[in-house]
């Protein structure tokens, strides 16, 4: 079985732009949830969509949104990038209680 | 505020001994536990967990032990081999909010042959 997939592995991007984050689950899990990564520190709460509705929020501003799609896939968007935005966005998705990871995506703000 | 905390960075032991690692936290909502390894580059995997009404949990190699009243979790890996040098993240969630996962900062095992 296919595990967790992120896309894209790794993104550049410049201050004030953009990004788009992409995850599928795990076939048939329809809770995903969204974290960041900084160097040296564990993952830190943004979201949880289940079926397609915001269940959770962590401390992050405004310019992080995200969305759940019909198929559970899931896409994390933060705008108006700042350099302390340049972290490992990790996306995992659960059943029940145990939550399983994909790869992540590494996004270097420049 | 720290929620997780675990206070060792790092941890090193010899091949075939027990490796013990730790993890305190102070929200007394929490009422189910995880550990997660993980490689450079990869993301985290989940290990095993444990839920509140529970104080050990074993499965294979790892066991993990949660002491309620002094808010404290351990995982012992025994026995330890190379392979699982890593990092480990102990991770907690409340019911009623399971999606939520608070992490700790992480510990790294370095086993040594």
């Known amino acids: 079985d296919a595990g967790v997939t992120q896309s894209p592995t790794h993104l550049i991007k410049t201050r004030g732009q953009q990004v788009t984050l992409r995850c599928s689950p795990i076939?048939?899990?329809?809770?995903v949830s969204w974290y960041q990564q900084v160097l040296g520190q564990g993952p830190q709460f943004i979201f949880q969509?289940?079926?397609?509705?915001?269940?959770g929020r962590g401390n992050f501003p405004d310019r992080f949104s995200a969305r759940q799609f019909p198929n559970y896939s899931s896409e994390l968007n933060v705008n108006a990038l700042l350099l302390g935005d340049s972290a490992l966005y990790l996306c995992?998705?659960?059943?029940?209680?145990?939550?399983?990871f994909g790869p992540g995506t590494r996004l270097t703000v420049t | 505020d720290q929620q997780v905390k675990q206070n060792s960075p790092s941890l090193s032991v010899q091949e075939g001994r027990i490796s013990i690692l730790n993890c305190d936290y102070t929200?007394?909502?929490?009422?189910?536990f995880l550990w997660y390894k993980k490689y450079p580059a990869e993301g985290p995997t989940f290990l095993i967990s444990?839920?509140?009404?529970?104080d050990k949990n074993e499965d294979g190699r790892f066991t993990v032990f949660l002491n309620k009243s002094a808010k404290h979790l351990s995982l012992h890996i025994v026995p330890s081999q190379p392979g699982d040098s890593a990092v480990y993240f102990c991770?907690?969630?409340?019911?009623?909010?399971?999606?939520?996962?608070?992490f700790g900062q992480g510990t790294t095992l370095q086993v040594k042959p």
């Open positions: 991770a907690a969630s409340a019911s009623g909010n399971t999606g939520k996962l608070i």
């Open positions: 969509y289940y079926e397609k509705e915001e269940r």
């Open positions: 929200n007394s909502m929490f009422d189910y």
């Open positions: 076939s048939g899990h329809k809770s």
């Open positions: 995992a998705s659960s059943l029940a209680q145990e939550q399983y």
């Open positions: 444990i839920s509140s009404i529970k």
